[in-house]
């Protein structure tokens, strides 16, 4: 069959006008916000139904097309980029909250539903979704469970895979499998569904998720603490999670807060300047536990391991400072950073950071490095700021060479090269720095038995062989 011939009877699986061609939907479908590859699909399909998903996959594997999942488009390894003719597989129109139970506190979720869309469902019954990040505008259910995605109140919360009750899929097979049917125990062998919770795709769709819900934070707090150097920032995280339980702490550089100021749209947090910025947050439910962080504070100060610090006194002021750290990503993206997303256990952060600034140092000494990252959960994420001399193919060549002594690292400490990005294809190259060559047989044999025709999102994850 010629490739139009192929487009047309795709056609023939979904509603009319729910397959696009035109150059500007290509476009805008293939690719995420990455910036590494040129997206080259050949047609983006838009189902409305689980039986269409599975004539969409049933046609794939007829005609060895390979399928691209789409959700919000918001990744950052290149997971949902189809730089290869492939078919994107967007869920626009599955965007469906479709049943909500309050004794389960469960809600039946299509994979097209807008993180933000659950977060305001659950607000609405008086509960709480979660897993939040700064892209939950615009990023899918079904995004968020292919790349497990953890965000900033992983802390306290874990990532997206603490809330997933159950799943549907449609297997690269064809075949539609209900995963745990919601239940919060079940002994009765392979949990499949874990399987599908940061597999970026690659074994099949997600076509209904039931995410759990939480009961509502009670008034959240936010403390903005500056620390005199990276040293210091441990022992702050140790010392208030010795006293109050922590929804978030998170950490960023004085360049990340430049840039940040440099928008003119968020208030600095205080008069002086410091290396180093913590955002911690709790639930300040009663004054003993406001005593006790402002207690903290003051110790914390004392050692000299903060300078000075802001605690917040309203919801709008809670904002504000979220904003400081919330910003960053998106400020930033306008010097085409190349982003890593490392991590390893809390213990070992003090000594992985030392060797990793030094790599920095020695290897970066032109370019501009703005740290931040979910500094309570180990996980890091160091960005190298693009210089406008350099085009960005040189750049990305230039940052890849320092890759190799930053991976190095993080195998020495038994630490993740994606903590919550994914691999995708930008970190697929260095995925043995975090998992064994025989560990990846078993993943790949995995993927086989999901997906014998490789079908599904080849070339994330491994390169297609
Ligand atoms: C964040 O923590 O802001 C997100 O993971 C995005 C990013 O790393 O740029
Ligand atoms: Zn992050």
């Known amino acids: 069959m010629t490739d139009l011939a192929l487009i047309d009877e795709l056609m023939t699986l979904v509603e009319p006008g729910k397959v696009l061609t035109d150059a500007a939907s290509l476009d805008a479908y293939g690719k995420d916000w990455t910036k590494h590859f040129a997206p080259a699909p ?6 409305k139904s689980i039986e269409q998903v599975q004539a969409i996959v049933r046609w794939a ?13 918001t990744g950052l390894s290149a997971a949902a980029v189809a730089a290869n003719g492939e078919v994107v597989v967007a869920f626009d129109y599955m965007n469906q909250i479709l049943d909500f139970n309050e004794f389960d506190r469960s809600v039946v979720c299509q994979p097209g539903v807008i993180t933000q869309q659950l977060q305001d469902f659950a607000e609405a019954k008086g509960l709480y979704y979660p897993v939040d990040f700064a892209s939950a505008g615009s990023s899918q259910i079904g995004g968020n469970i292919g790349t497990n995605a953890g965000g900033i109140k992983v802390i306290r919360y874990g990532m997206t ?10 297997t690269g097979k064809g075949d539609v499998l209900e995963l745990n049917k919601d239940l919060i125990k079940n002994a009765t062998g392979y949990d499949l569904r874990q399987l599908f919770i940061g597999a970026e795709g690659t074994l099949g769709f997600v076509v209904e998720a ?11 707090t936010a403390m ?21 339980d922590l929804t978030a702490f998170e950490f960023f550089s004085d360049k990340a807060l430049a840039k940040i100021m440099g928008r003119g749209d968020v208030p600095a947090p205080f008069a002086t300047d ?6 911690l947050e709790f639930e300040a439910s009663n004054e003993e536990v406001a005593n006790d962080a402002l207690a903290t504070f003051e110790h914390c100060v004392e050692q000299g391991w903060v300078l000075d610090g802001v605690m917040s006194q309203s919801e709008q002021q809670l904002q504000n400072l979220w904003k400081l750290r919330e910003f960053i990503s998106e400020t930033i993206s306008h010097w085409t950073p190349y982003k890593n997303d490392i ?9 992985f950071l030392k060797d990793i600034d030094a790599i920095v140092a020695d290897n970066y000494p032109d370019f501009e490095v703005v740290w931040y ?6 996980n890091l994420h160091l960005n190298i700021l693009k210089p406008q001399n350099l085009s960005k193919d040189e750049f990305f060549a230039k940052c890849a060479t320092v890759n190799k002594w930053v991976f190095e690292t993080v195998e020495k400490y038994n630490g993740s090269i994606s903590a919550e990005h994914g691999v995708g294809m930008t970190k697929r190259d260095y995925l043995t720095y975090s998992r064994s060559p025989v560990e990846i047989e078993y993943m790949k044999a995995v993927k086989a038995a999901f997906d014998p025709n490789g079908i599904m999102n080849p070339g994330k994850i491994f390169a297609v062989e």
């Open 373 to 378: 990252g979910h500094i309570g959960d180990g």
């Open 343 to 351: 991590s390893v256990t809390v213990s070992k952060v003090p000594a």
């Open 42 to 47: 050949s047609a983006i399909v838009f189902p």
């Open 274 to 279: 410091c290396p180093f910025y913590v955002l």
């Open 224 to 244: 903005v603490l500056g620390t005199p150097d990276f040293d210091s920032i441990m022992p702050v995280l140790h010392a208030f999670r010795a006293r109050l």
């Open 61 to 73: 594997n007829q005609h060895k097309v390979a399928l691209v999942p789409s959700g919000g488009r």
């Open 210 to 220: 039931t995410m759990r819900l939480d009961r509502a934070p009670n008034n959240l």
């Open 161 to 170: 895979r603490n809330w997933v009750a159950g799943l549907k899929v449609v």
